[in-house]
């Protein structure tokens, strides 16, 4: 579970917010014999004695929700803007920022 601070589509968000927002203990829901994918090759009895029938598995939600209270201690940090060009030689400057290492 994300939030609207998170960009499900961009894996960097879903990394961070599971990084800093997700408590094993506290943040993990379990759905028991839940309908699953028929492709899922560990949906057998055969794979796990908890699982009771063919296509039925455990689904796992990892919840990094922030609570509405907590929510300005997880504002992302600004960082400052780098001229790469200053710190990079010319012609590394030139083939990597086109040119705007050049002068």
Known sequence: M???DVDIS??????RATTIRYQGDVSTVFLSSDRCHPLDPSQSPGFSPTIPAPDISCKTIFGCTVPNRLRNHFKRAQFAE???ARLLPPDVAAQFLGGAGRG
């Open 10 to 15: 961009n894996s960097d968000d879903v990394l």
């Open 2 to 4: 994300l939030v609207d």
């Open 82 to 84: 780098v001229n790469l």
